[in-house]
Protein backbone atom coordinates (compact mmCIF):
# COMPACT_ATOMS: atom_id res chain seq x y z
CA UNK A 1 0.00 0.00 0.00
CA UNK A 2 1.25 3.42 -0.75
CA UNK A 3 1.30 5.76 2.39
CA UNK A 4 0.25 9.13 1.54
CA UNK A 5 2.41 11.58 2.71
CA UNK A 6 5.47 9.55 2.25
CA UNK A 7 7.03 9.23 -1.00
CA UNK A 8 5.82 6.49 -4.19
CA UNK A 9 7.36 3.23 -1.96
CA UNK A 10 5.52 0.23 -0.82
CA UNK A 11 4.25 -0.55 2.67
CA UNK A 12 3.44 -4.45 2.87
CA UNK A 13 2.36 -6.47 6.01
CA UNK A 14 2.60 -10.22 5.47
CA UNK A 15 0.29 -11.38 8.55
CA UNK A 16 0.52 -15.10 8.17
CA UNK A 17 4.25 -14.74 8.83
CA UNK A 18 4.40 -11.30 11.19
CA UNK A 19 5.95 -9.29 8.62
CA UNK A 20 6.03 -5.63 8.01
CA UNK A 21 8.17 -4.12 5.41
CA UNK A 22 7.52 0.12 5.77
CA UNK A 23 9.94 1.15 2.79
CA UNK A 24 10.66 4.95 3.31
CA UNK A 25 7.23 5.90 5.49
CA UNK A 26 9.48 4.29 8.92
CA UNK A 27 13.08 4.18 9.42
CA UNK A 28 15.05 2.63 11.80
CA UNK A 29 18.46 4.78 13.24
CA UNK A 30 21.72 2.73 12.10
CA UNK A 31 23.32 3.32 15.99
CA UNK A 32 20.69 2.49 17.96
CA UNK A 33 18.02 0.64 16.48
CA UNK A 34 15.10 3.52 17.43
CA UNK A 35 12.22 3.36 15.10
CA UNK A 36 11.30 6.94 13.58
CA UNK A 37 8.87 8.13 11.20
CA UNK A 38 10.78 8.26 7.69
CA UNK A 39 12.48 11.89 6.69
CA UNK A 40 11.50 11.61 3.25
CA UNK A 41 8.25 12.51 3.38
CA UNK A 42 6.39 15.78 1.63
CA UNK A 43 3.92 15.91 4.25
CA UNK A 44 4.03 15.68 7.42
CA UNK A 45 1.01 15.66 9.09
CA UNK A 46 -0.01 13.06 6.04
CA UNK A 47 3.40 11.11 6.99
CA UNK A 48 2.28 11.04 10.69
CA UNK A 49 -1.14 9.84 10.21
CA UNK A 50 -0.24 7.37 7.80
CA UNK A 51 2.58 5.98 10.34
CA UNK A 52 0.40 5.59 13.18
CA UNK A 53 -2.28 3.20 10.44
CA UNK A 54 0.84 1.43 9.79
CA UNK A 55 1.79 1.08 13.67
CA UNK A 56 -1.69 -0.62 13.99
CA UNK A 57 -0.76 -3.63 11.96
CA UNK A 58 0.83 -6.64 13.80
CA UNK A 59 4.06 -6.91 12.95
CA UNK A 60 6.82 -9.44 14.77
CA UNK A 61 9.51 -7.81 12.35
CA UNK A 62 9.48 -4.68 10.84
CA UNK A 63 11.86 -3.83 8.02
CA UNK A 64 12.67 -0.58 6.64
CA UNK A 65 13.86 1.31 3.26
CA UNK A 66 17.22 2.26 5.75
CA UNK A 67 18.18 1.68 8.96
CA UNK A 68 18.12 -2.09 10.10
CA UNK A 69 15.15 -3.85 11.00
CA UNK A 70 13.32 -4.66 14.41
CA UNK A 71 13.00 -8.49 14.69
CA UNK A 72 11.34 -8.72 17.82
CA UNK A 73 8.09 -6.78 19.13
CA UNK A 74 7.93 -4.79 16.16
CA UNK A 75 4.28 -3.71 17.07
CA UNK A 76 5.40 -2.67 20.07
CA UNK A 77 8.45 -0.09 18.49
CA UNK A 78 6.30 0.89 16.09
CA UNK A 79 3.63 1.97 18.21
CA UNK A 80 5.46 3.67 20.73
CA UNK A 81 7.70 5.35 18.31
CA UNK A 82 4.28 6.53 15.78
CA UNK A 83 2.60 8.05 19.35
CA UNK A 84 5.71 10.09 20.35
CA UNK A 85 5.35 11.89 16.73
CA UNK A 86 4.16 15.28 16.99
CA UNK A 87 1.96 16.62 13.65
CA UNK A 88 2.50 19.83 13.12
CA UNK A 89 0.27 22.14 13.99
Known amino acids: MYEVGGTALPTAEDPR ?3 GSFGDAVAAASATGAV ?3 VFNVYRDLAVAS ?3 SAALDAET ?3 GHG ?3 TADA ?3 LRESADACAPTR
Open 17 to 19: RGR
Open 36 to 38: MLG
Open 51 to 53: FRR
Open 62 to 64: ACF
Open 68 to 70: GRV
Open 75 to 77: SRA
